[in-house]
Every structure is written in structure tokens, then in C-alpha cells.
């Protein structure tokens, strides 16, 4: 294990914030978890994978937790399907690289986010129509109050769109130690979001491998995502609003072009089109911009401080509910 005392944050979040934690500790162990908590008690606790999804405000002045537990392994195996279990601190592209070289199937479309397996189950990470939620059987976690190991279903879990049960109450108190994932071994793909049928060209879909959708996928995100290691961010800094049908009747009427998912209890509108239309793409205040390819994305351009990217968030929060009347809400954890 290492334990470093009042060091920069920076290292240890992608949008490249230069604040301060009083204590950050990484452990390899769930022994080592354990002995940390123990010698910190009382502090704050905030686990953290890539902190692709963080932004930090201010200094943390708390214990902060990474996992180095890595190692992922097949626990179970039938006919058509296999069961995974993948460590907390185990990058989750990394797993789905290993998983489509051996065509293993049903985490492809999730290739390329950032972060780790602990913090897919805490996100519920999704894309191109799927969701962790579809393929997490089970998670393991340390709760910090009884130091007593326990493990969620996935019911258990309450996923929903980019949230669980380890985002309300549970934040700090249960840190995940791992992920059981119940793959296929020849299952169908799902290529009807985000252009990625076209990304695959003419291929006879019966003859692709999950590795195929992986590229496709790769290929599709490269080009309108920022790229972590060359611009900071934290990926999509918006949900995708849910607004009844009524509201979205009203808004149809005057913007017939408006793309929407039609959902059981009301209408999911991409939040990029809402920006977009209210011509914030591309919008900066200081080093914090609207991304122009993308504009559910904030970035920092270089040396953006927390101060700029809540500005910026708060305006387009402002824009977007002055002239649709819906308010945004962040997918981002504001720390
Ligand atoms: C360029 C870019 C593209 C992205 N694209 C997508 C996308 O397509 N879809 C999507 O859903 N997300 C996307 N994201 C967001 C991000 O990648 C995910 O939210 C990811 O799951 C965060 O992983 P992390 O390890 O970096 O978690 P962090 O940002 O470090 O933490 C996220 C949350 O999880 C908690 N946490 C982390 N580890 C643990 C643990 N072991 N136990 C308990 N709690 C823990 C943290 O406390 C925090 O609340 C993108 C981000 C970037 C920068």
C-alpha cells in the first residue's frame, strides 16, 4: 500500500483539477483497506477509480481511496454463457479488451469509457444502448461503518440511468471490491444507437465478433470525444433530461426536428440538442469550454479552475431552462 499526505489531486481526476487531499491511500488488499480506514477513522472517505467522472471544487480535506486490485477471472461457465469476476480497481476497458478477444459478449458497446470496474457498477456507466446494469450480476463491497464485507444483487443494486444504491447514502460507506458480470458466449449484438451499423459498414452482422463492435465502437466515440491524456474532462458533463409527454408535445409543436427516445413514463431528449440550440457549443469563461464536437461536454482548454467549469455548467443550465423550461442536471460528482 502507499499513503501520501496533503498531495495534489491532479494525477487523480481527468479533468485535470490541481486541488488538494489530505490523505490519499492506495491499497492492494482488502487487509490493506481495511488497516487504512481503521488508521483514518472519522475522516471523510472518497473512493475513486480514474476520477473520469469528479469534479474536484475545492481541496478534499478527507482520505482518498484507490483500489490497485486488478485480476479478473471466469467463475462460473455454462454452454452460452460465462460469469466474470472483474476487481474494483481493474480498468474496464481493459476487461472488455480481454473479453472481445476472446468474443466474449454483451460489454463491447461500453468499450472506451474511462474508469474502472468499481466505478461502472457506482455510474451504472452506459452507451450505445446498453447499460453496466444489463450484464452486472453482482457486487462486492467493504462497508466502512462494520468493516463486514457484503454483496448486492443486481435488483439490490437499484440501477437506474447513470445512478445506483452506492450513490444515495452510500457514498463513502460501501466501497467496492468487486463485480460479477454474466456475459455471453454467442449472444446477438445491439448496433441500433449512435451510428454504429454505419461505423460497421457492409458487414454480414451474423459473421461479426464483439472485437468487430469494439473497433466500431472505438472508432465512433474517437470522433467526437475528447480523448483522456490529451484534453481534460469528465466525459458528458449532463444527463440526458426525462421530461413527461406533455412537456415534450408542447416542444415538439415548435421544434418538429427535435430528437427524442420515447420511453415508458415520458420522453428522454438528448441534452446536446437542447445546448446546441442554445447556441452554447463552443461557449467558454476562462479556460472551461462547451466541446464543439459534442456539446454535452465540458473541457479544460488548460489551466481551468473548478470556479470556470461551474460557471460554465451554470450557464448552460441557465440557457437550456430559460428557453426549453427544463433544467439540467449533472452526470458529473461535484466534490
Ligand atoms: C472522455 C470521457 C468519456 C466518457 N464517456 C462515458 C460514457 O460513454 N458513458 C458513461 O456512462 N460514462 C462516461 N464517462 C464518465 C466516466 O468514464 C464514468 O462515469 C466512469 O465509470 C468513471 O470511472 P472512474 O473509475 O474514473 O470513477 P471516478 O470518477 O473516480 O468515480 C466516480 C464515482 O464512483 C465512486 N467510486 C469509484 N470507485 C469506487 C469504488 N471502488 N467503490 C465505491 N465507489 C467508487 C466515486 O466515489 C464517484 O462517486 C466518460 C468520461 C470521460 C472523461
Redo the contacts with the bound molecule.
Keep these: 500500500m502507499t499513503i501520501r499526505e496533503h498531495i495534489s489531486l491532479l494525477p487523480y481526476n481527468?479533468f485535470r483539477i490541481d486541488v488538494e487531499a489530505a490523505v490519499v491511500a492506495e491499497y492492494e488488499s482488502v487487509g490493506e483497506l481495511k488497516s487504512i480506514l481503521r488508521t483514518y477513522s472519522g475522516m471523510p472517505v472518497?473512493?475513486?477509480?480514474?476520477?473520469?467522472?469528479?469534479l474536484f471544487t475545492r481541496n478534499f480535506g478527507g482520505l482518498v481511496l484507490r483500489?490497485r486490485m486488478q485480476r479478473a477471472k471466469a467463475v462460473r461457465e455454462t454452454a452460452g454463457e460465462v460469469w466474470i469476476e472483474a476487481e474494483?480497481g481493474l480498468r474496464l476497458d481493459d476487461l472488455i479488451a480481454q473479453l472481445a478477444d476472446m468474443d466474449i459478449r454483451g460489454m463491447e458497446n461500453l468499450s472506451h469509457?474511462?474508469?474502472?470496474v468499481?466505478?461502472?457498477a457506482?455510474?451504472n456507466?452506459?452507451?450505445y444502448g446498453v447499460e453496466a446494469k444489463d450484464v452486472i450480476e453482482k457486487v462486492s463491497v467493504l462497508d466502512t461503518l462494520t468493516m463486514q464485507t457484503r454483496t448486492y444483487t443486481g435488483e439490490q443494486c437499484c440501477f437506474a440511468y447513470?445512478d445506483s444504491v452506492?450513490?444515495h447514502g452510500k457514498?463513502g460507506t460501501?466501497?467496492?471490491t468487486s463485480v460479477v458480470f454474466r456475459l455471453s458466449k454467442g449472444g446477438p449484438f445491439r448496433l441500433d444507437y449512435g451510428g454504429l451499423r454505419q461505423a460497421l459498414g457492409q458487414d454480414d452482422v451474423s459473421r461479426l465478433s464483439a472485437l468487430d463492435v469494439r473497433r466500431a465502437v472505438i472508432a465512433v466515440r474517437r470522433a467526437k470525444?475528447?480523448e483522456?491524456g490529451e484534453v481534460g474532462?469528465?466525459?458528458?458533463f449532463f444527463k440526458n433530461p426525462v421530461v413527461t409527454k406533455d412537456t415534450f408535445a408542447a416542444i415538439k409543436a415548435q421544434y418538429s426536428e427535435i430528437p427524442f427516445f420515447p420511453l415508458e413514463d415520458g420522453v428522454k431528449i438528448p441534452a446536446a440538442w437542447l445546448i446546441e440550440q442554445c447556441g452554447m457549443k463552443g461557449r467558454t469563461v476562462g479556460g472551461a469550454q462547451v466541446w464543439e464536437k459534442q456539446p454535452l461536454v465540458i473541457v479544460n482548454r488548460g489551466g481551468a479552475s473548478p470556479g470556470d467549469i461551474v460557471a460554465l455548467a451554470q450557464l448552460v443550465t441557465d440557457a437550456v431552462r430559460d428557453r426549453f423550461s427544463i433544467t439540467l442536471t449533472p452526470e458529473v460528482?461535484y466534490i
Excluded at 469509457?113 to 474502472?116: A, E, H, L, S, Y
Design positions: 481527468t472518497l473512493p475513486v477509480g480514474e476520477g473520469s467522472n469528479l483500489s474494483a469509457i474511462p474508469g474502472t468499481g466505478a461502472a457506482v455510474q456507466v452506459g452507451a447513470r452506492f450513490k457514498r460501501c466501497i467496492i470525444l475528447p483522456v474532462s469528465a466525459g458528458s460528482n
